[in-house]
């Protein structure tokens, strides 16, 4: 059975202080690992699509990484606007996802 | 580009009633759609996978006759909630993949449902 697992289930940071999320997968005939942001009562934004194990992509303050078994999510020097709950799926035909974790940036 | 819309955004409606929610594509032709469902501080549960032209295919658990899913054309889907009930209620969102752009789903802004 497909499964992905996102840790930690809540993260708070001050401004300006990094961290990394976690995602953890085991999906059969993967096609891609996709990280999306969703702020509350609306519908997830699409951030990154990897493809490959050490594959990397960029955008703003965030950094999606790949490897065989995870993938994380850096964000450097968050910002206020950041808060939101970070979800990450792993896709086949279909997405499976992860519970998400819930960022808070505390300014 | 890959702009997804839902329609309405919020529904009240009698137990009983039957409901009906779009998803359009704005600006691509979307390969297939697909439909969530969401409960508070839960993750995203897929309820359907719909192609445009043929019938969804239902996740289990989900009850084809309840959820009924049309994919009209290439830029259009709804789901139709017959028969809505208060266990009915949650937040619904679409999504839908780009022609030739891969597996990357692109989601709507969902449809929060209340059924009283």
């Known amino acids: 059975e497909d499964q992905v697992t996102q840790s930690p289930e809540a993260l708070r940071l001050q401004e300006g202080e990094s961290s990394s999320l976690n995602c953890s997968y085991t999906?059969?005939?993967?096609?891609?690992l996709f990280w999306y942001r969703q702020d509350p009562g609306k519908g997830p934004e699409f951030l990154f699509t990897l493809y490959s194990a050490g594959e990397e992509k960029e955008k703003e303050r965030l950094k999606a990484t790949l490897t065989k078994k995870e993938s994380f999510l850096h964000i450097t020097a968050p910002k206020p606007e950041d808060s939101a709950t970070y979800l990450c799926?792993?896709?086949?035909?279909?997405?499976?996802f992860g519970t998400g974790t819930r960022l808070t940036i505390i300014p | 580009g890959a702009v997804v819309s839902q329609h309405p955004s919020r529904v009240i409606c009698k137990s009983g009633t039957s409901v009906k929610i779009e998803c359009r594509s704005l600006?691509?032709?979307?390969?297939?759609m697909f439909w969530y469902r969401q409960f508070p501080k839960q993750s995203l549960m897929l309820m359907a996978t719909?192609?445009?032209?043929?019938?969804?295919?239902?996740e289990q658990g989900v009850e084809k006759d309840k959820f009924l899913i049309n994919h009209a054309s290439l830029t259009l889907s709804t789901l139709t909630v017959t028969s809505a009930h208060p266990e009915d209620s949650s937040f619904y969102i679409c999504s839908a993949k780009v022609r030739g752009l891969g597996e990357t789903q692109y989601f709507g802004p969902g449809t929060r449902l209340l059924v009283l």
């Open positions: 999906v059969s005939g993967l096609r891609g």
């Open positions: 600006d691509f032709q979307a390969t297939t």
């Open positions: 799926a792993g896709g086949n035909e279909k997405l499976t």
């Open positions: 719909s192609n445009e032209g043929s019938k969804a295919t239902y």
